[in-house]
């Protein structure tokens, strides 16, 4: 029987050599020019890039060599490289779109297939499908050539993302500030493709940035995946500690998303950091312009666009449904609880080096710390607190779905329910603003359980809640 492809968020994603093989990546390059094909791209460019997992540069190469088959321009990165890099350059090159091969923040044991549209950004969730029944079954049906033969006559061409991505960067922000504010930035890349990035980009002054995990090693030591939140970071904000740095930045596995923490050594969690980037674009930078968020991330974004008269829009979960959102509406910002932002001006990409550089420069132009920093942002929207739970669930997802809808309850922890959003997930509508968000993951077999509070005492309360409306917990 042929395994069935199913795309997730962002494309596909599998276990090596399980499911993740060369014949079912050749499989979806196919079904990706297909769908290109058949929107008119015929001859056109399409740009390749790859992380630092295990084969991830032979299985570019291979998916390279399927979309040369067929008759497309391929660039092909010459090293593992961002994938906020790889969206930037479909613009540069004036590609239709891109491949990456990433499973960005998963376990060591998965890679993946991520596509990217003309803008760079994520396609939307009816192209996904398009591109997914368009995978053909029989394998005679992928026209490819050899990676030899495409480099010898054109058809594939090595290229720097870097070159065009720098430029561009340094037209977004002055970099010349932070060089020259003399702080000490603990970079954690964990072990992927930021690795480099923020030391190339602020050498040159005062300001020291010290690396860690900042080499291949596809097994990453030291967390349990390349995804910038706790446990993951623990041995980033010790090296924090250890070196008496001034802030903390994380970059996950493809660096599409950034973590913080603080010059204590503590973590700000990614609702925080949204919150913050924000308010910099707003207060700091005195932009205006729509904010889109996922309707799992912070309720301090609602406040923010009330107090300076922006609009708001809430999209389901994932850059899929909030690239187009910010394409539509010309949005300021948007982002993620997952830790992906992006910013106007860029492409509708998560940029885990840009939000990381906006987060210095508001360092640098209000001389904060990283405490005081969300001290300024708690005075403007009061304080909140966020966690979430990730459990692997047995059983029919339909059959958790009826259970939940079927819950009806007039209160969790202690707070009384508002309203329910089925949007994407379940999202329960709490008395003081915060929410009870309970949702199944695209990519893996789990269910997340989230919640936002102005009540720090019933974080954990409102959890217990949530797996028990889920059927997780008694």
Sequence with gaps: ???????????????????????????????????????????KSVVVGYDMRFHSENFAAAVAEVLAGNGFKVYLTREATPTPVISYAVVAQKAVGAVNITASHNPPEDNGFK????????????????????????????KKIKLADGLESGKIEYFDAAEAYIPHIKELIDLEPIRQAGLTVLVDAMWGNGAGWFTRLLEGGTTKVIEVHNVRNPSFPEMYRPEPIPPNVDAGLQATLDHHADVLL??????????????????IDQLRVYGLLAYYML???????PIVKTLSTTKMLNKLAAIYGVELYETGVGFKYVAP???????????????????KGNVPERDGILAGLYLLDMMVQLNKKPTELLELLFDKVGAHYYERIDTIFQGDRED??????????????????????????????????????IRFSGTEPKIRVYTETTHPEKVETILQDGLKIAGITD
């Design 1 to 43: 029987m042929v395994f069935k492809i199913k795309f997730g968020t962002d494309g596909w994603r599998g276990r090596i050599a399980e499911d993740y093989t060369f014949d079912n990546l050749r499989r979806c390059a196919q079904g990706f020019a297909s769908f290109l094909l058949e929107e008119g791209h015929a001859g």
């Design 115 to 142: 596509v990217r549209d003309a803008h760079g950004g994520a396609i939307p969730p009816a192209d996904l499908s398009r591109i997914e029944a368009a995978i053909p079954d029989d394998l005679a049906a992928i």
């Design 325 to 343: 959102k910010m394409l539509e509406t010309d949005a300021m910002i948007g982002g993620e609880e997952s830790g992906g932002y992006a910013f």
């Design 400 to 437: 958790k779905k009826a259970l939940i809808l079927s819950a009806n309850p007039e209160t969790i922890g202690g707070l009384k329910v508002t309203g329910l959003n089925t949007t994407d997930g379940y999202q329960f509508g709490l008395e003081d603003g915060g929410f009870l968000l």
């Design 250 to 267: 994380i970059t996950d596995g493809d660096a599409d998303r950034v973590g913080m923490g603080d010059e204590n050594g503590e973590f």
């Design 283 to 289: 207060e700091v930078r005195g932009e205006r312009g």
